[in-house]
Each structure stands twice: as C-alpha cells, then as structure tokens.
C-alpha cells in the first residue's frame, strides 16, 4: 500500500516547524496502525505541484492534514491544494482530510457557527466528502477542534467528528504516566506570530523568570528571513535565552529539556502535551482557541477585548482588524494562571491529557483504520 500526505509545511520562506510535525506526525501514527510494510511519501502542497508527483496513481489513498477550509472572501491555500484534490477526484482516489483547521481570527464559537465559507472550496469539499445529509462520497473530512467542525457543518459539509490535531499523538506517550513538574527548572516561552507583542513576551519572559525562579528559554518556530535580525536590540539575552527551531520539527527536541510551556504558538503547546508535559496557550486566533474549546485546555485568548467583543462581524483580515490586532497587548495573566494550576496539582492539564487519549481511542485511531 503506498499513502500520499500533503503537508502544509512551507520548505522556503517562514519553514514552520509547526507544520513539519503534523505530516511527521501521521507519518507515524500511519504506521503504528497499518505497519511497517506501507510506502508513504511526503509532497508539501505549499511548494510542489500536481506535475511534480511522478505517479499519483499508485496511491491507495491522498491524506491531506491540517487542511484548512476557506472562508468567505479568502483564497484557497494552499494555493495547489485545490488542483491536488480535483486531480484526485478525477482518478477516484479517495482523500482523507485529517484534523483540518479554520484560520479565523479572533475564532470565536460563535464565528464558527456563523461565517460562510468560500463557495468555489466548499463545493469541492461536498462533492469529495458529501454534504451534511447525504452522507460520505469519496473520502472523510476531520477537524483538528470543535469549531471546525461546527463550520464545517454550518456550511453543509459532512464531517467525520472532532480527531484533534494529528500532531497531539505519539503513540510512545500515550496512556502514560503525566509529566508534572512540582518545581520549575526552566520554562519555554514561545513567540507570537504578531510580532507586534514582541515586546510584551520578554516582559512576560522576565515575569517567569522571577516568578518561578527559573530560566526562560524565548522559542520562535519559523520567521521569513535570517533569525538574528529578528531580535530587538534591547533585548537582554543574558537575562532570557533565545533558540530558533525555523527549518524541522527535529528541533523541537530541545523541549524535552524544558519542564514547561507558557506561550503563544499552537503547535509548542501541542508538542508539550503529547509528551504529557503541562503547557499554558495564550490564543492568537481561531486555531488556538479552537484548541482550547476542545481539550479544556489551560490558556485564555490573546486578541483585543474590541476584537472578540465584534466577532460575529470579522470576517477577513481586513487593515482595520489588523490595526485592532496591535492596539492591544496580550494579558499578563498567564503567571499567575500557570502558578495556580501549579499550586494545585494541574487538574486542567489532567484533564486535557485525559481528553487526548479518549480522542485517540475513540476519534483519531478508528478514523486511520477507515484508509483503505
């Protein structure tokens, strides 16, 4: 049997680490649950196109992580996802969209219950995957949280349910004992995209530090250009480290040496609770609290009360949500938050790690067994 992942994962410009490790990540569960035998290649969506596949044909099935349904007034991205999946239409190869993901900002419940999706991507998602009720066609559409899932359904598409992010799995940590630091050696911190609030996470950064008594490492998981240039002059890197993991989630190892996560990048916090490692999100969009909404996750949104008090009328980042987005720094109430969730033993952590074995057994598991 021979699978092709899709993966969003940009070789050029920003190389997220975030993105590296879903396709890395259903790389493994693939084969912890089909086995060894299974040919699997890996084309990123974002830099190759349909030509570029020698044989699409060979494949048994075209799995299509983190894909993201369109809203209404953006433009399918990737920009080839769409010819990839028309060309797969055409040869009957079924598709599987696993964990796909909104990118609303700011993501609200309420959002996702309301806003329309791009007509041109939601007429190929039902003709790929069937509408709401007429059931399944060609293939079987996840999403990585509950709101996309309430979009997708909204909007007349069939969804399979809610199997979470494919990176929140490794089958070596799952069902195993919870890794809850009673004292805080070293915490990391990861940056906003915005860079905008920059500054406000050294600040957070130094209120860590001496909250905790311990060292904060400042992570920064993809950025266009060199990585040095990035970093305001004043910051003092004495006081706070900076490690930069652009390129292969490979990097993200590094974490292993951190006993735990208060920051802004989804995919950090995601990897610290795969290896059952407590984590604090401060959202920036719909993907985070999206998040957040369906694991109970510890964390809090992070766009400007103006932005979700006006939610139901965001639709597209248009230059005045922009400018919404940067009037109003992120809050500071994640130390005492995390301190909180600490004194007490970390029950939303538990429960969060809790939720992701459920979702493995009952969800995301089954779901891979369905790949012919």
Same mark, same amino acid.
């Given at each position: 049997?021979?699978?092709l992942?899709?993966?969003t994962?940009p070789?050029k410009?920003?190389?997220?680490s975030?993105d590296h490790?879903i396709?890395?990540?259903?790389?493994?569960?693939l084969?912890a649950?089909?086995?060894?035998q299974?040919?699997i290649?890996?084309y990123?969506?974002v830099?190759h196109?349909?030509k570029?596949?020698?044989d699409?044909?060979?494949?048994?099935?075209?799995l299509?992580p983190?894909m993201?349904p369109?809203l209404e007034g953006d433009?399918?991205?990737p920009?080839?996802?769409?010819?990839?999946?028309?060309?797969?239409e055409?040869?009957?190869i079924?598709?599987f969209a696993?964990g796909?993901g909104w990118?609303a900002?700011?993501?609200t419940i309420?959002?996702?219950?309301?806003?329309?999706m791009?007509s041109?991507?939601?007429?190929q998602?039902?003709?790929?995957?069937g509408?709401?009720?007429?059931g399944?066609?060609?293939g079987v559409i996840?999403?990585?949280?509950?709101t996309?899932e309430n979009?997708?359904?909204y909007?007349?598409v !069939?969804?399979? %349910?809610?199997?979470g992010d494919?990176?929140l799995?490794?089958t070596?940590c799952l069902?195993?004992?919870?890794n809850?630091?009673r004292?805080m050696?070293?915490i990391a911190?990861s940056?906003?995209h915005?860079?905008d609030? =920059?500054?406000?996470?050294?600040?957070?950064?130094?209120?860590?530090?001496?909250a905790?008594?311990?060292e904060v490492f400042?992570t920064l998981h /993809?950025?266009? %250009?060199?990585f040095?240039?990035?970093?305001?002059?004043?910051?003092d890197?004495? !006081?706070v480290n900076?490690?930069?993991?652009?390129?292969s989630?490979?990097?993200?190892d590094?974490y292993h040496?951190m006993?735990?996560?208060?920051?802004?990048?989804?995919?950090a916090?995601i =990897?610290f609770l795969r290896?059952?490692k407590p984590?604090?999100l401060?959202?920036?969009?719909?993907?985070?609290? /999206?998040?957040?909404a369906?694991?109970?996750?510890l964390?809090?949104?992070?766009?400007?009360t103006?932005?979700l008090?006006k939610?139901d009328q965001?639709?597209?980042l248009s230059?005045?949500?922009i400018a919404?987005m940067?009037k109003?720094?992120?809050?500071f109430?994640?130390v005492?938050?995390?301190? !909180?969730e600490?004194? !007490? %033993?970390?029950?939303?952590t538990?429960?969060s790690?809790n939720?992701i074995?459920?979702? =493995?057994?009952?969800?995301?598991?089954?779901?891979l067994e369905q790949i012919?």
């Amino acid at each position: 049997m021979a699978y092709l992942i899709l993966s969003t994962y940009p070789g050029k410009g920003s190389r997220n680490s975030g993105d590296h490790l879903i396709s890395k990540s259903l790389k493994d569960l693939l084969i912890a649950v089909k086995g060894k035998q299974i040919d699997i290649d890996i084309y990123s969506v974002v830099d190759h196109e349909v030509k570029d596949v020698p044989d699409l044909s060979k494949y048994t099935a075209i799995l299509s992580p983190a894909m993201r349904p369109t809203l209404e007034g953006d433009v399918i991205a990737p920009k080839n996802r769409y010819a990839f999946l028309k060309e797969a239409e055409k040869r009957s190869i079924p598709v599987f969209a696993i964990g796909a993901g909104w990118g609303a900002y700011p993501g609200t419940i309420k959002q996702s219950t309301s806003l329309k999706m791009n007509s041109e991507d939601r007429e190929q998602l039902i003709s790929i995957f069937g509408e709401t009720s007429h059931g399944n066609k060609r293939g079987v559409i996840s999403a990585r949280d509950i709101t996309t899932e309430n979009l997708l359904h909204y909007n007349g598409v !069939q969804c399979y %349910g809610t199997t979470g992010d494919c990176a929140l799995f490794d089958t070596d940590c799952l069902m195993t004992r919870h890794n809850l630091p009673r004292k805080m050696d070293n915490i990391a911190l990861s940056l906003p995209h915005n860079k905008d609030h =920059w500054d406000m996470s050294y600040s957070l950064a130094l209120q860590l530090k001496q909250a905790f008594n311990c060292e904060v490492f400042m992570t920064l998981h /993809g950025y266009r %250009g060199s990585f040095g240039k990035h970093i305001p002059p004043h910051w003092d890197q004495t !006081q706070v480290n900076i490690k930069e993991f652009a390129g292969s989630s490979e990097k993200f190892d590094f974490y292993h040496h951190m006993d735990a996560h208060i920051g802004f990048r989804l995919h950090a916090h995601i =990897w610290f609770l795969r290896t059952r490692k407590p984590s604090l999100l401060i959202a920036e969009d719909g993907r985070g609290l /999206g998040h957040l909404a369906t694991l109970n996750g510890l964390g809090y949104a992070a766009p400007s009360t103006n932005s979700l008090n006006k939610a139901d009328q965001l639709i597209t980042l248009s230059a005045d949500v922009i400018a919404d987005m940067r009037k109003e720094q992120p809050s500071f109430k994640a130390v005492e938050m995390f301190k !909180q969730e600490m004194m !007490q %033993g970390y029950p939303v952590t538990s429960h969060s790690l809790n939720l992701i074995d459920k979702l =493995w057994l009952t969800k995301m598991k089954p779901l891979l067994e369905q790949i012919p």
